[in-house]
């Protein structure tokens, strides 16, 4: 039984409650693209979980494209010059 009065005090000092959740998904959803251009519509958590985890991904195929361009124009750069050396100096 200690045990799990152990787990009890360890979850209760590090609890977050239900305005501090509230608080951070209105600040989640301030930050989103869709969020800024829908207006101040009270939106469910679950809704702002969802957007922030579509608005990720679409950042991450974002970088990966740019990846891939930034790839394609170092190939066909020549890679002694000043502006492949600039953007490599970017890169690292």
């Given amino acids: 039984m200690s045990s799990r009065r152990s787990r009890l005090r360890q979850s209760g000092s590090t609890r ?27 939106v469910s958590a679950a809704k702002v979980l969802q957007e922030t985890c579509s608005h990720i991904r679409r950042l991450h195929r974002e970088v990966d494209d740019l990846s891939e361009r930034l790839s394609e124009l ?16 970017l890169l690292m």
Wanted: glycine share 4%; no cysteine; net charge negative.
């Fill in 74 to 89: 170092l190939d066909s750069a020549d890679l002694n010059s000043a502006q492949a050396a600039f953007i490599r100096s």
């Fill in 16 to 42: 977050i409650t239900d305005e501090q959740i509230n608080e951070l998904i209105s600040k989640l959803q301030s930050v989103l693209p869709e969020a800024r251009r829908g207006g101040n519509d009270r």
